[in-house]
């Protein structure tokens, strides 16, 4: 799962390098230092787990709510992505308080706010609610496996959002 994230997020640094730079030379140089520094990353990071620990489904179910709540807010009230995703982030962070006692209710704020993460896409690519529902069932299911990866690493909720969504557009891409 790490070498995936890793392995994703490198393509598209060098997509990004490639396409601000005309001569190849810069884009090789480039890529090269990007794969060392994976590499570097992978040898000295403690990114490695002992055992697999699964978040919960009843959890990760939150996560297509986040992502269609904040898309509607998003593109259909206008509100813009930012402004969206804080109002739906902060809906989310009273849902403990319901009752305060419950660990359950402590836990979904966070796969609410990775859906958010998931409905801040911008309308080029997140064409429809239902591409947002899809992204954030996908996006939740890498939350789920990545319960003990990433641990004091930040952006591992927008990471999963992302793949996430790259997957689906990829797919609504080659399927079109």
Do not use: R
Request: one cysteine or more; a positive charge; charged letters at 10%.
């Amino acid at each position: 799962m790490v070498v995936l994230v890793l392995f994703v997020q490198l393509v598209f640094l060098s997509l990004i390098i490639k396409e601000h730079y005309q001569t190849n030379k810069i884009v090789l140089i480039s890529i090269l230092f990007l794969i060392l520094i994976f590499v570097i990353s992978l040898k000295h990071l403690d990114l490695h787990h002992e055992a697999y620990a699964y978040e919960k489904l009843s959890v990760v179910i939150w996560v297509p709510v986040g992502a269609v709540v904040c898309y509607l807010l998003n593109v259909h009230y206008g509100l813009g992505s930012v402004i969206a995703a804080g109002i739906v982030g902060t809906i989310a962070s009273f849902f403990p308080l319901i009752n305060k006692k419950s660990d359950y209710l402590k836990q979904i704020p966070t796969s609410i706010y990775c859906g958010a993460f998931v409905g801040m896409s911008s309308t080029e690519i997140s064409t429809s609610v239902s591409f947002a529902l899809i992204a954030g069932i996908i996006a939740g299911i890498f939350l789920l496996l990545s319960k003990n990866l990433f641990i004091g690493v930040g952006g591992k909720l927008g990471t999963m959002a992302f793949l996430g969504v790259i997957i689906v557009y990829l797919l609504s891409i080659s399927l079109a």
